[in-house]
């Protein structure tokens, strides 16, 4: 509970004392991601496939130097999985629907000429409606990495953002047997300045 706590407040002092003549934006995004599973070596589970994911999320940005920005929001996927026993009966197939609410907090800088380096926290929560034995509740504190490249038309940002997203490098339920999904794809960004 402490590291959210700081998170929170380093969030805060940020927009308090943050200064810079570059405009805020305010970004949506859609994206289509592959999810996988990883720590898998447990001898009692099932083979588990993950397949696409759509993503969808709002962030807003906020400038604190020339090349570096604050970029916080939401964001919403809903991902897939097959769950096919060890024994590779494929009549006993199930199907995992995973949907996953994230807040990312992410330090967002530019390297070169409308591309930039995205990477931070992210605090998620699993929404699933029905959770499976095979897949653990993805809820807790994990991360975020990307890359962005945007043109700018007027006002608007046009962009894309390959990123791979673990939702729960620290989960909120400590379980011996925990299996992680990850999200590795792209967005298609469209930031509106400010």
Not at 31 to 56: F, L, M, R, W
Request: charged share 15%.
């Amino acid at each position: 509970m402490k590291s959210i706590q700081t998170l929170f407040l380093i969030s805060i002092a940020l927009l308090v004392f943050s200064k810079s003549d570059a405009q805020s934006q305010f970004i949506i995004s859609i994206g289509y991601s592959h999810n996988a599973i990883i720590n898998q070596e447990v001898d009692d589970i099932p083979n588990i496939v993950g397949k696409g994911a759509v993503t969808v999320g709002v962030q807003y940005s906020l400038p604190i130097t020339t090349y570096a920005e604050i970029q916080f929001g939401f964001r919403y996927a809903a991902s897939d999985f097959e769950i096919a026993p060890s024994t590779l009966d494929t009549k006993s197939q199930l199907t995992h629907q995973g949907r996953y609410l994230s807040i990312p907090v992410l330090l967002r800088f530019q390297v070169l000429p409308r591309t930039y380096a995205l990477a931070g926290p992210l605090l998620a929560f699993d929404l699933t409606k029905d959770p499976s034995p095979y897949i653990n509740k993805q809820s807790g504190l994990g991360f975020h990495l990307g890359l962005a490249y945007e043109y700018p038309y007027n006002k608007l940002r046009i962009g894309i953002s390959p990123f791979i997203t673990n939702y729960a490098l620290v989960p909120f339920q400590s379980e011996d047997k925990f299996r992680q999904a990850i999200q590795v794809g792209a967005s298609l960004t469209f930031g509106f300045s400010l």
